[in-house]
């Protein structure tokens, strides 16, 4: 993904600025620890598609869902 454009995307949520670890999959917002997953060199900038950052900026999981 071109350096570029990155720095033309903001965070959905807080329109702030986003970055992204060299080889990461993931555009990363400090301000709202959340990671916006790069899909087939496409950024994915939907709140709902966005994880939560640990404490090493590396995107989790959620838990899964158990219904009953």
Same mark, same amino acid.
């Given at each position: 993904?071109?350096?570029? *454009?990155? @720095?033309? *995307?903001?965070? %959905?949520?807080?329109?702030? /600025?986003?970055?992204?670890? %060299?080889?990461?999959?993931?555009?990363?917002?400090?301000? $709202?620890?959340?990671?916006?997953?790069?899909? $087939?060199?496409? %950024?994915?900038?939907?709140?709902? @598609?966005?994880? /939560? *950052?640990?404490?090493?900026?590396? /995107?989790?999981? %959620?838990? /899964?869902?158990?219904?009953?």
């Amino acid at each position: 993904m071109d350096t570029r *454009l990155i @720095e033309l *995307l903001v965070c %959905p949520v807080c329109k702030g /600025p986003l970055q992204r670890k %060299p080889q990461g999959s993931y555009l990363i917002c400090h301000a $709202d620890r959340l990671g916006f997953p790069i899909r $087939d060199g496409i %950024p994915v900038m939907l709140e709902n @598609e966005a994880m /939560p *950052l640990d404490e090493h900026d590396v /995107p989790v999981a %959620p838990a /899964p869902r158990t219904g009953a």
